[in-house]
């Protein structure tokens, strides 16, 4: 069965970064992208970027442009999320989500969220 | 940046009734909407995409429809389980935005 495993909840100071890592079973990697998606609690998602598992092209919220990159090691089958220059208003819940291999379609299969606390 | 308002922001609902959700599109985006519903302390869970398509796996309660911009999600009698919050999310252009999101609570 499908599964994206995310690595544990963190704590970072304003100013510092922050790397979120997705591990992806059952299924071939290559076949899809990765999209990440924050969420602050009580709003509505929002859509950082999407990298493709089959040749690393990545599109990214010019909204973050320049403080996030997404990158993958096939060969553990592994999405990263890294977002730089931290502020208390990165502070959410971040998922990875399994999308298509060309573009951002949709999202079948989420992780279990991250969550980022961003505070002095 | 394509805004999605969904209506109502929250709706009361009894077990075995049948409920539609609004979204509207800022603009035109074909039909390029996805629907998800989401539980306290967990990740989204996709229902419908490309509008009216329904993922595998999901009951063929939930529907989808796309009249131009105006896009509306439909639950036919309601399961305990369907008591969420419902996302539309549209990939037509960069940013890929969510809706604000509709309460679905149980009267």
């Known amino acids: 069965q499908v599964q994206l495993v995310q690595s544990g909840a963190e704590v970072k100071k304003p100013g510092a970064s922050v790397k979120v890592s997705c591990q992806a079973s059952?299924?071939?990697?290559?076949?899809?992208?990765i999209s990440w998606v924050r969420q602050v609690p009580g709003q509505g998602p929002e859509w950082m970027g999407w990298?493709?598992?089959?040749?690393?092209?990545?599109k990214y919220t010019q909204k973050l442009q320049g403080r996030v990159t997404l990158t993958t090691d096939t060969s553990t089958r592994t999405a990263y999320m890294e977002l730089r220059s931290l502020r208390s208003d990165d502070t959410a819940v971040y998922y990875c989500?399994?999308?298509?291999?060309?573009?951002?379609?949709?999202?079948?299969?989420w992780g279990q969220g991250t969550l980022v606390t961003v505070s002095s | 940046d394509i805004q999605m308002t969904q209506s109502p922001s929250s709706l009361s609902a009894s077990v075995g009734d049948t409920v539609t959700i609004t979204c509207r599109a800022s603009?035109?985006?074909?039909?390029?909407l996805n629907w998800y519903h989401q539980q306290p302390g967990k990740a989204p869970k996709l229902l419908i995409y490309?509008?009216?398509s329904l993922q595998d796996g999901v009951p063929s309660r939930f529907s989808g429809r796309r009249s131009g911009t105006d896009f509306t999600l439909t639950i036919s009698s309601l399961h305990p389980e369907d008591f969420a919050i419902y996302f539309c999310?549209?990939?037509?252009?960069?940013?890929?935005?969510f809706g604000q999101g509709t309460k679905l609570e149980i009267k």
């Open positions: 990298i493709s598992g089959y040749n690393g092209d990545t």
């Open positions: 059952g299924y071939t990697f290559s076949d899809y992208g």
């Open positions: 989500a399994r999308d298509q291999k060309y573009s951002v379609n949709w999202f079948d299969f």
């Open positions: 603009q035109d985006i074909s039909s390029l």
């Open positions: 490309a509008a009216s």
């Open positions: 999310q549209q990939y037509y252009n960069a940013p890929y935005t």
